[in-house]
């Protein structure tokens, strides 16, 4: 009986090993690709994983940096030829990227509310609400000097989009690559057999010795 419960005990303590090495190996691969491979002697793999990190980290930063750069250029060049404050939030730069100046944004507006509640709706105190609420007037008003500027502009604006959505694509790769390696060192582990016999040996004492092995 007493050999039996040891038995039970080499076989419980196996996994809870087990489920050690398999929780180390996994946050180790979560926070840094391809440690848990090289904890676990796949160095090829291991290798490849952590470089892969690397490269995608240096580009994450450097497209952030990137962003700060061409968000700071396009706001002072703003400022420099359209007149445009540096303060202003990004639906506004939006906007100064449409149109050449708010003159033209608000003749549209006016042309467009106009059909809208004085041809149809015959409503013209809404048209008037309207356009208090939806035209640039005052402090927000805007004029590119050239179009050549305007175009310059809308290319420091464009860049600025392209480099965000390569700097989102960097960071969901950066978390694909933590996944793939999570994954990889479990199914590792489940392909390794875990081979054990039970057997008796005699020490040099009168008594039985019970020995379990255990072979990855």
Known sequence: MKRLLLFLLLI???????????????????????????????TQRGVALLASDIVLWSFFI?????????????????????????????????????????????????LLARNYFILILNDPQAFQDYMNNNTYTGEFVWQWENTQNWHHYRTIRRKHKITKMDNQIFLGLLILNRL???????????????????????P????LMLNYRIEY
């Open 12 to 42: 419980s303590l196996t996994a809870v090993l087990s489920a050690r090495d398999r929780l180390l190996y996994s946050v180790s691969s979560a926070i840094l690709p391809g440690s848990g491979e090289l904890q676990m002697g796949q």
């Open 62 to 110: 450097q497209t952030a940096g990137d962003i700060k750069e061409l968000q700071r250029t396009y706001k002072q060049y703003a400022y420099q030829y359209a007149g445009v404050p540096l303060d202003r939030d990004n639906s506004y730069y939006q906007v100064i990227q449409n149109y050449v100046s708010s003159d033209d944004f608000n003749q549209l507006q006016e």
């Open 180 to 202: 793939v390696s999570v994954i990889d060192v479990n199914l590792t582990l489940n392909r390794r057999k875990v081979q054990g016999s039970l057997y008796f040996s005699a």
């Open 204 to 207: 040099a004492s009168d008594r």
